[in-house]
């Protein structure tokens, strides 16, 4: 099973999200993200928020259609997509995937990308029209070239990543040291069908990126 989670962030950047769905898919509404999916012809599972973001009439309206509408109040010690992705990795050890969390508030972004790093180690891709962002630990990872996402980039997160090697990739490396600042790996890109990237220590982000905002 998958989780697909959509958040209230600006509608432009989300991508066609009819093109990620399947009968393998559980959708789940953030806050407003919540009428981007019904208005995608997509129904959630399950919708959390405090829905403070839209008029009264149309929460009325989500509450009639959606019994699985799980409203909370806006004074709390969570955001909504924290409790959102909360429920989603008790659900299920399969992928999950974050829209709508890009964009707009800057907090909202960073609050986002740290709760990938809350789970880091599980499946879980953060996505908008031009960018896939994961969090990784140490260990040997494949990625597959996608003519879509150009560029891949690497960010160390933790303080250290130790032996970082790329091959495959344009810029290849082996067992190099990178701290928390350096911009030595943005924007390399994969020249073979798939590669590798592994690291034996600390904590590390792939974004993959287009320039252009009209990916799926």
Known sequence: MLIHIVGGGPRHLLPDLRSYDGSDVQWVGVDRGTKALLDFGLRPVRAFG??????????????????????????????????????????????????????????????????????????????????????HLPGVHTVARDDRYRYVSYIPISETVAELTLIGFKYPLTNCHISRGSTLCISNELIQSSGTFSFSEGILMMIRSSDFAGCP
């Not at 499946?123 to 031009?130: G, V």
């Open 50 to 135: 405090d829905f403070d973001s839209l008029p009264a009439e149309e929460v009325k309206r989500l509450r009639e259609m959606l019994p699985e509408l799980d409203i909370w109040p806006a004074e709390k010690d969570k955001t909504d997509m924290e409790i959102a992705l909360d429920w989603a990795v008790r659900q299920t050890d399969g992928a999950i995937r974050l829209f709508g969390a890009t964009g707009g508030r800057l907090d909202h972004l960073f609050g986002n990308v740290e709760l990938l790093l809350k789970y880091a180690g599980r499946p879980i891709e953060l996505i908008d029209r031009q960018n896939v962002l994961t969090v």
